[in-house]
């Protein structure tokens, strides 16, 4: 069973209204960036009580404490007390950062998060984690901190280019892989353009949202929806900062192949396994060419993430397909062999 705050609709506009008037808020502020307020706020826009937008820029490189004190600072020309209410009507980027700044201004005002992209509707908006990017590393400044409702409308899908829909789709590769090999074995018989799009959204929604109510603040079975993630976030943090951006899920496609040859190596996953695991990846997303100063610095860049503890590098590594350890140990090295054979890997 879901929890209350995490409602399915087909009726946005009227389901929001309907939940903002129990409420009684005292401001309602709807946050968005250029692509959702042209694309997905008409659909809320005639329903809504009074209001105002606030927009920023979309994309990971404005995820940042910059783009959260224009925020601020709007919230508060806007003179929003704690009764107020932000809407945050967006992807993954504005959904950490918006979130994040509904958290901590006066020390927390409501906010409802309505997921207009895949990867935002499957993972970001559910479970709480909140955060900006810091100095080129991954949500390294956040809080955790439910909305009071995510709203999860599959029409706002159709408003996605494909790189988008493909992004998304690897955190649904990815929850899969640690816990329902059956639905593995279903995804990887299809190409992107013939999921079921419906049914994967409820899939994951069901997972996420079981593991982050079991453990909230991340202090053990959590961990285990960073699969992909040690990685993935390195590469993805070391392309960013170097001009070279990449989607956060061709990222944890990346990761998910290299934490597997990881897992191969020791035995944990079967050759079998890692090669259909592999061979569908880069099937759907190709590959992210890396050279060998590149994947050197970018390994360099795992010392650094947030689920680390004292020196030790951690990550998640599969047990076979439909399971996974997390708190695994790994090393420097094992993470530039990994990158290395990504590297070889031929499409």
């Known amino acids: 069973m879901l929890p209350d705050n995490i409602l399915f609709s087909a009726d946005p506009s009227n389901d929001l209204l309907a939940f903002l008037n129990k409420k ?3 401001k309602v502020v709807v946050l968005t960036d250029e692509n959702t307020r042209e694309h997905c706020y008409p659909a809320l826009q005639q329903k809504l009580p009074d209001h105002f937008v606030i927009e920023v820029k979309s994309g990971e490189e404005q995820k940042n404490l910059e783009t959260c004190v224009l925020i601020w600072k709007q919230l508060t020309d806007y003179a929003l007390d704690r009764h107020a209410v932000l809407l945050v009507l967006g992807g993954g980027v504005l959904g950490d950062m918006g979130g994040f700044c509904a958290a901590t201004y006066k020390r927390g005002i409501d ?3 309505i997921p207009t992209t895949l990867l935002a509707q499957v993972d970001a908006s559910i479970g709480g984690k909140l955060g900006v990017d810091f100095d080129h590393f991954k949500n390294h400044i956040g809080v955790f901190q439910q909305p009071a409702l995510t709203l ?3 029409g706002f899908l159709k ?3 494909v790189a988008e829909l493909r ?8 929850h899969t892989l640690i816990s329902d090999k059956d639905m593995w074995d279903t995804i990887r018989k299809k190409s992107l353009q013939e999921q079921d799009w419906d049914g994967l959204l409820k899939h994951s929604v069901a997972f996420k949202a079981d593991v982050t109510t079991q453990d909230p603040k991340e202090k053990g079975l959590r961990k285990i929806l960073n699969a992909g993630h040690t990685i993935g976030h390195a590469v993805e943090s070391y392309l960013l900062a170097s001009g070279h951006r990449i989607l956060h899920g061709e990222a944890i496609a990346l990761g998910l192949i290299a934490e597997g040859f990881i897992a191969r190596e020791r035995n944990m996953l079967s050759h079998d396994d890692f090669q259909s695991i592999a061979a569908y990846i880069l099937a759907v997303y190709g590959k992210v060419d890396l050279n ?4 050197a610095e970018a390994a360099q860049l795992t010392v650094q993430d ?3 503890k004292g020196n030790k590098i951690l990550c998640v590594l599969q047990e076979g397909i439909g399971r996974a350890r997390w708190d695994c140990e790994i090393n420097f090295d094992e993470v530039k062999e990994a990158l290395s054979f990504y590297q070889s890997l031929q499409m």
């Open 159 to 161: 408003t996605l280019p």
């Open 306 to 308: 947030k689920k680390n």
């Open 24 to 26: 009684n808020y005292s």
């Open 292 to 295: 060998e100063k590149q994947i």
């Open 167 to 174: 992004s998304g789709f690897a955190e649904v590769i990815k």
């Open 152 to 154: 999860l409308y599959t």
């Open 111 to 113: 906010f409802i998060l």
